[in-house]
DNA sequence: TAGATTGTTAATCGATTAACAATC
DNA sequence: TAGATTGTTAATCGATTAACAATC
């Protein structure tokens, strides 16, 4: 029975699956049942049936899933054929991390466009990027509209600029710099990449390991 | 009541506390409430409460926490003060962007050295960090004995790499790399940074907004 | 003292797991 | 058909919120 309001959990969930039914789809495997993906996962059946179910109903009785189906059946649910254009705000180091080495196109983004301020690396393609300077951005988001910017920015400016792209109309912020911007407009998703807060995590799983 | 078995969910927050607990000292605020607390992080009072009394009484009746001595309980119980040994793994674009914007010391950690393949950059240094050849680190982890490695090596590597520093005994790992390893050893914690599934639940949460 | 606010216990809410009829 | 496995309902488990006595 598809579901109307899906529970955090859940989401947070899906991409996990798509990546894991996307390995089990290029290694050639046709069919999959909900345990035999559990085992895979660390989850159990159920709750993989229970979050499948949210969506859908991808499997078959006796048979499980389809492995194809159900991973453009997840890719569907993720928006990954909207093709949603995306720039790159900051072509420092991270930015350029980014452009050279995420493969957005796998993820059903389009990057179009980098942004800086520097004046060496303006003007200058990033593996086929073409990186305008700031100032252009305005021009740029009128005629391009991209849906999603990434925030690569010092921190001491992405609030201002975070402000910036959401009032030209962009409506994702993927944010890297380890700042909660604060963006009142309810439809203006924002998803953080708190590589701080990722590492205090891992700092303190082995701090509090059972055996020291 | 300090708990002994901490939620996943608990564990996952305390970062974001002590983010937000650190801003309000260098802000110079000397105490606070757990409802002000609550206002700014968007969490009700009684969670913060809850949570924090996992690790101990850190408040007082009437008053509140003093947040200079919050922060330093939350630093402690991340194991901040630990100095663990952190070394990376891969100096491309995103060991390089790690090496030089993310400031490892504040997050408790000391960044001692870095390993590559590629001879341009090997004896080099990064914003004052050594990268070896690969080749030399078994004899650097038996000398400087790394707690953590991060690992931002390509796909292709990562797994046999990540087998490699467990066996030399690295007890956390710290992973950019899109795959799930495979490590057996309880003891040893591993830390996923998955770009993508971050990009894809973006990608969700603007494909199912409210209003399109 | 009176007001404020904690830590903790109890109540509620939500998420996960188990069970099972339906059916391929 | 018999065996396998789904989607869904019910039961359990865990996490969040509310309430409140304790006390600064």
Same sequence: chains 1, 2.
Avoid at 23 to 42: A, C, Q, T
Avoid at 62 to 72: F, I
Avoid at 128 to 134: A, D, N, R, S, T
Wanted: hydrophobic share 40%; proline share 2%.
């Amino acid at each position: 029975m598809r579901k109307d309001k899906i529970s955090n959990a859940v989401i947070r969930r899906i991409p996990r699956y798509y990546r894991h039914v996307d390995d089990l789809y290029y290694n050639g495997v046709v069919r999959i049942s909900s345990s035999s993906l559990g085992r895979i996962m660390g989850l159990t059946a159920s709750q993989i049936r229970q979050d499948l179910s949210c969506f859908g109903e991808f499997g078959q009785q006796g048979y499980g899933y389809n492995v194809e189906k159900l991973r453009s059946e997840i890719a569907e649910v993720l928006g990954m054929n909207k093709q949603y254009k995306i720039i790159i705000i900051g072509a420092g180091n991270l930015g350029r991390a980014l452009i050279q080495n995420f493969y957005f196109a796998k993820s059903g983004f389009i990057l179009d466009a980098a942004f800086d301020v520097a004046s060496d690396v303006i003007n200058t393609e990033i593996n086929g990027v073409h990186v305008h300077h700031i100032d252009a951005l305005e021009d740029y988001v009128v005629e391009c509209k991209p849906d999603v910017a990434v925030l690569t920015v010092p921190r001491s400016v992405a609030q201002k600029t975070a402000e910036r792209l959401v009032g030209l109309g962009v409506r994702g912020l993927w944010n890297f710099t380890n700042i909660e911007l604060n963006i009142r407009d309810a439809n203006v998703k924002i998803e953080d990449v708190h590589f701080a807060d990722s590492l205090l995590t891992l700092s303190y799983m082995i701090a509090n390991r059972d055996t020291p």
